[in-house]
């Protein structure tokens, strides 16, 4: 099972660019979750998706960013005219299909893809 | 929402000695706590978890106690060796919730 994998693992954009950032999920999963970490801070939430849909996004900023999980293909966090501060460690994670009697979210991360914006 | 403090933020701590991470978590419906461990420019990687029906979980040099009357929850390390420096990020969830809620990490750094 090779895990969770994204790519790219690096990407370096200039301002007003586009990122697309990918994420496949263990084989088994079908639910996919991103999340965004600052340099020397936690993660944060942005979205969660099961195949073709998007669950909650909650965490997403309203512009320029935009996630799908198509039925084929892995899940791609979108940003759209990106900015310095959009410079970050971008985590995709995925956990198993429904949560079973124990009804946690038990995730396993990927690697991460590090952004930097010039 | 949810919202999970931890502390300290940065740990040092000579080989061999214990090192606790604390957490607080202010959702009442919160019953799984995870503890990740991250090593520099790696990913998250899970290293113990407890859910609300138990108040301690031990594994090997790792534990885990939960308080839920008071709604804290700590990650105990004893005999730290070098290769425990990481930082660690504790997290909270609920049945059924969509995501984890993360504290924002704790840099421990254990001394040779």
């Known amino acids: 099972n090779a895990g969770v994998m994204q790519n790219p693992r690096h990407l370096v954009r200039r301002r007003g660019q586009e990122a697309r950032l990918r994420c496949s999920p263990m084989?088994?999963?079908?639910?996919v979750y991103w999340y965004r970490q600052l340099p020397e801070e936690g993660l944060k939430f942005m979205v969660y998706?099961?195949?073709?849909?998007?669950?909650?996004e909650s965490g997403m900023p309203k512009e320029r960013f935009s996630a799908e999980f198509p039925k084929e293909g892995p899940s791609i966090l979108r940003i759209q005219q990106v900015v310095r501060g959009d410079s970050a460690a971008y985590f995709c994670?995925?956990?198993?299909?429904?949560?079973?009697?124990?009804?946690?979210?038990?995730?396993?991360f990927g690697a991460g893809s590090r952004l930097t914006v010039l | 929402g949810e919202n999970v403090e931890q502390h300290p933020s940065t740990l040092s701590v000579q080989e061999g000695d214990s090192a606790v991470i604390k957490c607080t978590y202010s959702d009442s419906a919160s019953n799984y706590f995870p503890w990740y461990k991250q090593e520099l420019g790696k990913r998250p990687q899970l290293i113990i978890d407890?859910?609300?029906?138990?108040g301690e979980k031990k594994d090997q040099r790792i534990a885990v106690t939960l308080n839920k009357t008071a709604k804290h929850f700590s990650l105990h390390i004893t005999e730290t060796q070098p290769e425990d420096s990481a930082v660690y990020f504790c997290?909270?969830?609920?049945?059924?919730?969509?995501?984890?809620?993360f504290g924002t990490g704790t840099r421990l750094t254990v001394i040779p």
């Open positions: 994670a995925s956990s198993p299909r429904g949560q079973g009697l124990s009804g946690a979210n038990v995730l396993t």
């Open positions: 997290a909270a969830s609920q049945t059924g919730a969509n995501n984890l809620f």
């Open positions: 407890i859910r609300s029906n138990v």
């Open positions: 084989k088994g999963h079908s639910h």
């Open positions: 998706l099961q195949k073709e849909n998007i669950i909650d």
